[in-house]
């Protein structure tokens, strides 16, 4: 699997039938969440501490029988991090909005990665740009905002 960026918005304890502390599930503005758990004695356990909230983090994602983990995480910095919480920042009201702001994110990430020079205005011209399209089905052609 890949990583997931995420700006957090809450956390919530994680608890066993038995009534112990397992994780923390972490959660972004628009409600997607992953689950901090201890796979395996990784070590992630003593590092729940570290999870605080309005901060972006890179969750490198595992899977197991089918099941997706967090395998590690590390709090991103830089354009990569200002871009994520400038998205996170926007308000997600609406099913798919939730889906364009997760949508830009993956897309910064990639275009982090190629090498290229982000803008955050990118990032937000192409979450606008996506849920005109998830709404409405119409593709914009050129650079203008959608209204």
């Known amino acids: 699997m890949s990583d997931k960026i995420m700006v957090i918005g809450r956390i919530e304890d994680i608890y066993s039938d038995a009534g112990e502390l397992i994780g923390k599930q972490v959660f972004d503005k628009a409600d997607d969440s992953v689950k901090v758990k201890n796979p395996k004695d990784s070590g992630l ?12 983090y890179s969750f490198t994602m595992g899977e197991y029988m089918q099941h997706p983990f967090v395998k590690d995480f590390k709090a991103v910095e830089g354009k990569l991090a200002e871009a994520a919480e400038k998205v996170a920042s ?3 009201d609406s099913k798919n909005r939730s889906y364009a ?9 990639a275009q ?8 955050v205005v990118d990032v937000l011209t192409v979450a606008k740009l996506f849920e005109s399209y998830l ?10 905002e959608p209204k």
């Open 45 to 56: 356990k003593e590092r729940w501490g570290e999870l605080i909230i309005g901060r972006a």
């Open 101 to 109: 702001l997760s949508y830009a994110k993956d897309w910064c990430i």
């Open 90 to 92: 926007q308000s997600a």
């Open 112 to 119: 982090v990665q190629g090498g290229k020079d982000l803008k």
């Open 135 to 144: 709404d409405s089905g119409v593709t914009v052609k050129n650079k203008e």
